[in-house]
């Protein structure tokens, strides 16, 4: 047993400014530390055969009164019940770490989550993950605590309300395929927040479990393509979509001569781009395929690109009027204004007779671009693919394929931007009945 020092008066303690430990009696083991300037209490005791040092407190927010009693209870602790102290606190601060990794929210988690892998990600991707997680799921359960959500609460997001043509129904049965990539992205923050510590147990977004409660997408949805222009309507809507104003019309214009997505023409930038060498190369980062992807430059592409204004402080080629670049649906927007200025002239409009008439898209373009080289061109079907940046359906030899068919892709481009500045002279006469029937009413 330590040897009891002499009981120091608490004015006698107050006087002890020396650097040091400095015995105050009363408690086996008590000392006051004194280390440049700062003071606080520390005991010294036997703990499993070792002797440990056990923090007590401030000497400024701890008088010595309360120092010698929490000493005391220590020793009773150690000796009496055999409890460690120090084990003890490491402990507690072990479980108050746990409990506020418990009250994490989901929006929290699915945000750090986003952060964490947002460098792996195409910029696209990751604006598109953040609006329908902002959209569908922040509302239901974003402000929850990410431990206490269950697979009831997943389902309560799944199955929200959605108003359609039809009437309401719910969200996983109104627009299916959103829905089950809403679910692929709770599991993935719900997995996460399970290694990171901030849940524990089974995934309640997972669809093994799911499966049983909801219908297989299968059923409740039918994939469909997206509106596409049939190709030989394509040079009279170039012409048309010439005479409309705007940076987004400029972007539409380009995505089609270049038979890209349109995220990554939203998303060029002009130190992607040689005019001198006429390409455009997109790095893997802004790819579906996570591949670099290097396009040729038609003449009529290098000329919009020639037209553009260059904005001081804004790298992108089409940049919007309010933000960086152009937003998801500018483009969209153009074609729905071109579609309902026609349907007005001729009944029609600018849709796909092989989609119901929908009104086409954006993306269609590329399915119209795939359409016309297939069915009037003598170009290879790997060049076609190469194009289109799509992965080769023969691993084996997309594996020993090195090179990018570059020259190829060339011609094959500027045989597109030609017959994207041709119509048909079927079309043509097509557009003056139609001009005269207007008239004559």
Not at 176 to 201: D, H
Not at 325 to 351: C, E, N, P, Q, Y
Not at 381 to 398: F, N, Q, W
Not at 423 to 430: E, G, L, Y
Request: charged fraction near 30%; aromatic fraction near 8%.
């Amino acid at each position: 047993m330590p040897k009891i020092a002499k009981e120091l008066k608490p004015l006698a303690v107050s006087k002890i400014k020396r650097d040091g430990l400095h015995a105050v009696g009363g408690v086996p083991g008590l000392y006051l530390q004194v280390r440049n300037g700062n003071r606080s209490w520390i005991l010294y005791a036997m703990i499993g055969g070792k002797r440990r040092k056990v923090g007590l407190g401030s000497f400024e927010y701890v008088t010595l009164a309360d120092a010698r009693a929490i000493a005391r209870e220590l020793q009773r602790k150690i000796k009496v019940d055999g409890i460690d102290p120090v084990e003890e606190r490491r402990a507690a601060k072990a479980r108050a770490i746990l409990e506020v990794r418990k009250n994490k929210t989901f929006k929290e988690c699915a945000e750090l989550w986003i952060n964490a892998n947002r460098a792996g990600w195409v910029a696209e991707h990751t604006a598109r993950l953040e609006s329908s997680l902002a959209l569908h799921v922040y509302p239901k359960i974003g402000d929850l605590p990410i431990a206490g959500i269950d697979t009831g609460l997943v389902l309560e997001v799944l199955q929200q309300p959605v108003d359609t043509p039809n009437g309401v129904k719910p969200f996983w049965e109104a627009k299916a395929e959103t829905a089950g990539r809403v679910r692929g992205r709770i599991e993935s923050v719900m997995q996460w927040a399970k290694v990171r510590g901030f849940r524990e147990g089974e995934n309640p977004a997972d669809w093994k479990t799911l499966k049983f409660t909801l219908p297989s997408k299968s059923k409740v949805y039918k994939e469909e393509n997206f509106p596409a222009l049939p190709y030989a309507e394509t040079g009279a809507f170039v012409a048309e979509l010439r005479k409309q104003k705007g940076m987004a019309a400029r972007a539409l214009e380009f995505t089609i001569l270049t038979a890209v997505r349109s995220g990554e023409v939203r998303g060029a930038t002009w130190d992607e781009i040689s005019l001198s060498a006429r390409v455009w190369t997109i790095p893997a980062e802004r790819m579906k395929m996570d591949k670099e992807h290097s396009v040729p430059l038609s003449d009529a592409a290098v000329k919009l690109l020639e037209s553009l204004p260059r904005i001081k402080g804004n790298n992108h080629v089409f940049p919007a009027e309010k933000a960086e670049a152009l937003s998801g649906m500018s483009l969209l927007t153009v074609i729905r204004r071109m579609h309902k200025k026609k349907f007005a002239a001729d009944g029609r409009g600018w849709i796909d007779p092989k989609q119901n008439n929908r009104t086409i898209t954006v993306h269609g373009f590329r399915s119209c671009f795939d359409d016309w080289a297939t069915e009037t061109t003598t170009h290879e079907d790997k060049t076609i693919d190469y194009s289109l940046a799509h992965k080769l359906p023969d691993k084996v030899r997309g594996a020993y394929q090195r090179g990018d068919m570059f020259m190829k892709r060339t011609l094959l481009m500027d045989d597109w931007a030609r017959y994207c500045d041709t119509i048909p002279a079927a079309i043509k006469q097509d557009i003056v009945v139609s001009i005269m029937k207007r008239k004559a009413v």
